[in-house]
């Protein structure tokens, strides 16, 4: 079973930085897929980013070159820096995992795949 819990976020301005933690339990962060997930009040979870392989990672369209997924094994924890946000990055920030499926790649930013889910931090970017 897999646990996975939040931090690191709260309220910036707009053009400001935040960086998410997420603290892995139950197995090795290196073994499961992993990924970062938005919801916008009124608006569908969405996938942000997410982890294909070392050193290869897959971001959604609105985050690329401003957000950054990285894990470190040593600590077991997944991270994501926001740089350059903007007030439509406001959303709780949900980090999830499922343990790899036959040979499907990770990386995947679509939600029916992952099984474990964290409580969720706000972001919140006010201009």
């Known amino acids: 079973q897999v646990h996975v819990v939040e931090s690191g976020g709260g309220s910036v301005q707009d053009g400001g930085s935040l960086r998410l933690s997420c603290a892995v339990f139950?197995?090795?962060?290196?073994?499961?897929?992993m990924a970062w997930f938005r919801q916008a009040p009124g608006k569908e979870r969405e996938g942000v980013a997410a982890?294909?392989?070392?050193?290869?990672?897959r971001y959604a369209d609105s985050v690329k070159g401003r957000f950054t997924i990285s894990e470190d094994n040593a600590k077991n924890n997944l991270y994501l820096q926001m740089n350059s946000l903007k007030a439509e990055d406001t959303a709780i920030y949900y980090c999830?995992?499922?343990?790899?499926?036959?040979?499907?790649?990770?990386?995947?930013?679509?939600?029916?795949?992952?099984?474990?889910w964290g409580q969720g931090t706000q972001v919140t970017v006010s201009s």
């Open positions: 139950g197995y090795d962060v290196s073994s499961v897929c």
């Open positions: 999830a995992a499922y343990a790899p499926v036959g040979t499907l790649a990770c990386g995947v930013l679509g939600r029916t795949l992952y099984k474990y």
């Open positions: 982890i294909v392989s070392v050193g290869n990672t």
